[in-house]
């Protein structure tokens, strides 16, 4: 099964820590975003995988080479960022006339995938929202879909696509795009995904709908560490044996070889391998690869990889390489 994963974006509100990682590449809960994703793919039967990458698309495709050896795992470069639509056509020469997944790369979910496959129609998944007006959403009957709009101006349904999709055929959806940028009909300066279903669903391919369980958003600082919470109380996340002079308030995701000492860590504190906690009492937060941490108290932050940390802080957001005394 054929899953395709655009991941060319820029992160900019992630900045300063995506100045150096691919958003897709920030570790939470034991993984990166991209990992969490590709592992629910994975478990559903996905065993082909295409990534539109972008910015910094050398690094997500290392890192995919040596985290996924063994799947099927091919990549497309988008240089001009145009639209959703756009970018899932530049797989098209990787895709066949069997059933295909688009799944957004930036956002993470809780729901059971066999759900975007259907034997008589294509499935969206969604989601209801209170701000339906920053999203795409589905007007609908029941399950079945009527209408894509992308981003309404004015509250005509509440139900947001959540960026599941699961078509029929993967060659009626790029034969669906190939029409669109033909015609170059855009939408906010924009080739839609939403509008290339439109124009499926006006050809005779039906879409039906499921609601996911969970949605969560790591598009900023603030929702990716509740992200990281919310993955950590479900997966109850993962932590060392127990040493005299630390203290670990649960749920962690301490990753292997983190070296700590006379520290407190925890709650939601999610830290990558390579790390060094001396002296520290860290909550609600993300740490990236070889950091190292000495006499802090920080909370609410998100740390990139590679930093030395060293004094007193209430609140970070540090990219990687970067060093702070504070």
């Known amino acids: 099964m054929h899953a395709i994963i655009p991941v ?18 920030i570790r939470l809960a034991g993984n990166t975003i991209l990992g969490h994703i590709v592992d629910e793919l994975t478990a559903t039967g996905v065993d082909h995988i295409t990534l539109i990458v972008g910015y910094l698309g050398d690094e997500i495709v290392e890192w ?31 895709t066949d006339d069997g059933k295909t997944l688009v799944v957004l790369g930036d956002t993470l979910f ?15 998944a969604v989601k209801r929202v209170k701000n ?13 879909v009527e209408r894509f709009v992308e981003k309404p101006p004015e509250f005509i349904s509440d ?29 906010r300066g924009e080739y839609q995904l939403t509008d290339a279903m439109q124009m ?46 630390v203290v670990i308030i649960p749920p962690v995701n301490i990753e ?39 006499n802090v108290n920080i909370r609410d932050s998100i740390i990139g990889n590679d930093a030395d940390i060293s004094g007193v802080a209430a609140r970070i957001s540090a990219g990687s390489s970067c060093r702070i005394e504070i």
């Not at 809780?110 to 969206?124: E, G, H, P, T, V």
């Not at 339906?132 to 079945?144: A, K, S």
Request: aromatic content about 8%; charged content about 25%.
């Open 8 to 25: 060319a974006g820029k992160g900019t509100r992630m900045r300063p820590l995506t100045w150096s990682v691919p958003k897709v590449l």
């Open 256 to 294: 292997k070889n983190v070296k700590i000492e006379s520290s407190v860590l925890g709650p939601y504190v999610s830290i990558a391998s390579g790390c060094e906690v001396r002296n520290s009492i860290i909550r609600n937060t993300i740490i990236g690869y070889g950091t190292n941490l000495i």
């Open 110 to 124: 809780r729901a059971d995938l066999s759900l975007a496959f259907n034997d008589k129609s294509n499935m969206i």
């Open 200 to 245: 499926m669903l006006e050809a005779g391919d039906a879409f039906d709908c499921f609601e996911v369980e969970g949605w969560y958003d790591c598009g900023k600082p603030e929702t990716l560490l509740e992200t990281n919470r919310i993955l950590l109380d479900s997966r109850k996340g993962f932590q060392p044996e127990s040493h005299a002079d």
């Open 159 to 187: 139900l947001a696509i959540v960026g599941i999709y699961g078509f029929l055929s993967g060659t009626v959806l790029m034969d669906a795009i190939s029409r669109l940028i033909n015609s170059r009909k855009k939408t």
């Open 132 to 144: 339906p007006e920053r999203f795409g959403v589905v007007i609908h009957d029941g399950n079945r």
């Open 64 to 94: 995919s080479r040596k985290s996924y050896p063994d799947i099927n795992i091919d990549f497309a470069v988008q240089k001009e960022i145009n639209g959703l639509a756009s970018a899932i056509y530049l797989a098209s020469p990787m």
